[in-house]
């Protein structure tokens, strides 16, 4: 079974708002019809102290005390009887680099007037990002729970109670104080922007262009922030060395160039162009391009059609399309093109998609039959054309500037429906690329399971068979072909840098060597980490003769000198257990993946599906996906189990080894990827173990049944405050852990720390009130 980011979209929306795939910001704006009340957080005296907790060293003090009506010494005190350590600052830069952190922790406790409050924000800067943050509303679930207001009040003596009862727990659980941050967040921001004390000049490849997301980019609107940088000189230094010669940026195209019939949509646009042209002059020194990604035009709400009607395409929800087949959009398409490459000629080149994502051109989710115009030509006229459109404006731009190669065109196959390749590939300028998922329609048989795999998988090997079918059509017509792979790490988990499944990337650019791929691109806004992984693709393609073990001993000697042979060796053994992840893209959608030990545990179940790559809740048959749920559990505790014994077989190998100081921590820090890794799945596989035994439990009829069950429970209770304590220390001394450039940080270490109080509250309040109504 075969379900694309696209449909998994889709369904979310159907599945939350009750509409047809409406757009998120028709959601935001009052529409929705599902009112749900916030989770449960009964580990917390109150939601004003569950607030307190999760914006500890995130938001400033003064910040917290406005919102909730307090006086900071107030907060300050209230903060030390929960344990809380002194505030420390909170730089403009983390502010900028942590609001998708911020928002995700306070979904389910604060309304949306505080959330703005908290943020410093406008309404209208909320509804971009939820919409443009790559589908954020969507991770969060297409619905914000109601929530009341939370105010600063002074604990009442039922309030002093539990306070008490927390504060023992911190005591007992943390007799050292609460983990803390080392190494603080976006350390490695900092690290990555210094320039290289190892430089390593990647030879020549076979693969051009290779391009990725850079591994700290904002995604939204970066291009108003310059202060912000997505790409200092030393992470520019470090992707070119990685093997990268291209990176690539999200953008709106009513924000970088002048939208003709409402020119307030396109305000400080010239800023946006004149940052876009200096980002690119600085990148092109160290070797790396800038790709623009194209989902263009954006649907627009109904209004604006009341002034432009005859623009109106296709209508979805309160939206319609910029339909594509009239002569003015066309002329808008091509100007805003021209636009962009006549003010920056050195841009890398642009990759559209067009029958996915974002509401786009009347054929972009399929429904364009309801549209007077393109309903006579049909989808493959109307996306073939508009690549056209795209490419002749790209070309206009440029007719004024002597250039050997200027911004190339890069038409992603992605959403495509079957037979619409066979019509439009050949319809395509010759000049453009083709760009296929590589692992597309692989079949797997994972526990017994048998799937087919989407994308974002570095546990399935391409390519698949429905990329060789479209880059074999590519050749025919005369254009390029571009692999779109995931080279550093995937959805299967984007909480590490990368994953050190080596030999999987290994195999995958060798077979992508062998049915001759022009290029490469490597990964979505996951996987742009200047990794080992990046650095064996590149020696793939240095070479037509290099095997996957001499470019994977190549890497590992060059990173971790005389420990690279039990290293490479290690890689082997992480890529076998890697093969056994239980692939779905429902899984790698829903399931606590990333979160891991951080997802709270409930006593009754919380009514909420998981939502994509956010909040998983305890929505365990949306995890599962088509596996039952016993071999999801076992396939995670497969993949756990590679990672701790060929873990344990390198740390014994290594730790007698003569490492210099940087040698030994980087050899550290991959074995602390690598045990992310096995944390992470044992914990998801815990949590589901959980769900079904508290389900079981709520069902159980006898004495015994009920015993056995809670036995369970407390053993996978204790186990969960195991994984989130050893998870705190590994993230306090490595800021990447549980970053992701389009999330920022899934967690920090004070949830953990609260799944630990979590657990606790389970094991002294609930559990014994389940024992005692058994006994009675």
């Known amino acids: 079974m075969r379900v ?20 998120p910001s028709i959601t935001l ?18 939601k004003l102290h569950a607030f307190l907790w999760r914006n500890w060293g995130l938001v400033s003090t003064e910040r917290l005390a406005a919102v909730t009506g307090a006086k900071p010494d107030a907060i300050l005190k209230l903060a030390a009887t929960l344990g809380l350590p002194a505030p420390k600052p909170v730089t403009s830069d983390q502010e900028q680099r942590s609001y998708l952190t911020v928002i995700r922790r306070n979904w389910h406790l604060l309304p949306r007037e505080q959330m703005l409050e908290l943020l410093g924000w406008t309404d209208e800067k ?3 990002t939820l919409q443009e943050d790559d589908f954020f509303y969507i991770k969060l679930g297409s619905v914000k729970p109601e929530c009341e207001p939370i105010r600063f009040r002074a604990s009442s003596e039922s309030l002093k109670k539990q306070e008490k009862w927390f504060s023992d727990v911190i005591h007992e659980e943390f007799r050292d104080g609460l983990p803390q941050h080392g190494q603080p967040l976006f350390q490695f921001v900092k690290d990555l922007s210094k320039t290289p004390e190892r430089s390593v000049k990647q030879t020549s490849s076979g693969f051009s262009p290779r391009f990725g997301y850079a591994y700290f980019a904002l995604f939204g609107d970066p291009l108003l922030q310059p202060e912000v940088d997505p790409y200092p000189e030393g992470y ?70 009341e002034k432009h009607p005859e623009l109106k395409g296709v209508q979805i929800g309160e939206q319609a399309a910029l339909c594509t087949s009239h002569p003015d959009v066309q002329k808008y398409l091509v100007d805003s093109m021209a636009m962009i490459t006549s003010r920056v000629p050195d841009l890398a080149g642009f990759f559209s998609i067009t029958a996915s994502e974002n509401h786009t051109n ?54 495509w429906r079957d037979g619409w390749a066979e019509d439009i590939i050949p319809a395509l300028p010759k000049t453009a690329s083709l760009m296929s998922v590589s692992e597309w329609d692989l079949e797997i048989n994972r526990g017994g399971v048998k799937n087919k795999v989407g994308e974002y998988s570095i546990s399935s090997v391409g390519p698949g068979p429905r990329a060789l079918r479209h880059w074999e059509i590519a050749r025919k017509n005369g254009l390029k072909t571009i692999a779109k792979i995931q080279a550093g790490c995937t959805w299967e988990i984007a909480a590490v840098p990368y994953i050190p499944a080596m030999e999987n990337v ?8 062998n049915v001759q791929v022009d290029g490469l691109m490597l990964g979505w806004t996951l996987g742009g980490y200047p990794s080992p992984n990046l650095e064996i693709v590149a020696e793939m393609g240095s070479s037509k003769t290099i095997t996957g073990l001499e470019a994977m001993q190549k890497v590992a000697k060059r990173r971790y000198g005389a420990a690279g042979a ?20 429902g899984v790698v959608y829903s399931a606590p993946l990333q979160a891991g030990p951080s997802n709270l545990l409930w006593s009754k179940p919380t009514g ?142 004070n949830d953990l720390a609260e799944k630990v109080i979590n657990c606790r509250d389970l094991l002294d309040h609930w559990l014994p009130e389940v024992k005692k109504s058994f006994a009675g």
């Open 566 to 585: 039990a290293v490479t060796k290690a890689w082997q053994h992480f890529s076998k257990a890697f093969s056994e992840f239980p692939y779905h893209v």
């Open 362 to 415: 009347c054929w972009s989710h399929g429904k364009g039959a309801e549209c007077p115009r393109c309903s006579k030509r049909g989808p493959s006229e109307v996306i073939s054309e508009l690549n056209q459109l795209y490419l002749k404006g790209i070309n206009q731009g440029l007719s004024g500037h002597k250039q050997q190669k200027g911004p190339g065109l890069i038409v992603w196959d992605w959403g």
């Open 4 to 23: 694309s980011r696209k449909d998994f979209l889709r369904s979310a929306t159907l599945a939350t708002a009750g509409l047809l795939a409406v757009p």
């Open 236 to 305: 520019l230094a470090q992707m070119a060395a990685s093997g990268m010669d291209g990176t690539w940026m999200h953008i709106v195209l009513s924000k970088l160039t002048p939208f003709p019939w409402e020119p307030a949509l396109s305000d400080r646009w010239e800023q946006r162009l004149e940052n876009l042209g200096k980002l690119v002059a600085k990148s092109k020194k160290h070797g790396i391009g800038i790709y623009l990604y194209l989902n263009e035009p954006r649907f627009m709400p109904l209004a604006f059609f």
């Open 29 to 46: 704006a009052g529409t929705h019809s599902i009112k749900k009340s916030a989770v449960a957080l009964p580990h917390f005296p109150d």
């Open 126 to 128: 909320l509804t971009f």
């Open 608 to 749: 909420y599906h998981a939502s994509m790559v956010g909040l998983a809740y305890d929505d365990v048959n949306s995890w599962r996906a088509n596996y039952p749920v016993d071999i999801f559990i076992s396939q995670m505790q497969k993949v756990a189990g590679g990672f701790h014994d060929a873990l344990a077989r390198l740390r014994s190998e290594t730790s007698g080894l003569k490492l210099s100081s940087p040698v030994r921590k980087a050899l550290d820090d991959e074995c602390g990827v690598a045990e992310t890794v096995e944390v992470h799945y044992s914990s998801v596989a815990n949590q589901a173990r959980f769900v079904v035994a508290r389900d079981k439990l709520a069902a159980a009829k006898d004495r015994k049944q009920a015993a056995d069950l809670v036995t369970e429970i407390e053993k996978i209770l204790r186990a969960e405050i195991v994984l989130a304590k050893r998870m705190a220390m590994l993230q306090g001394g490595d800021s990447r852990l549980g970053f992701e450039a389009s999330n920022h940080y899934f967690y920090v270490c």
């Open 506 to 513: 290994t195999r995958h650019a060798e077979n992508l060597r």
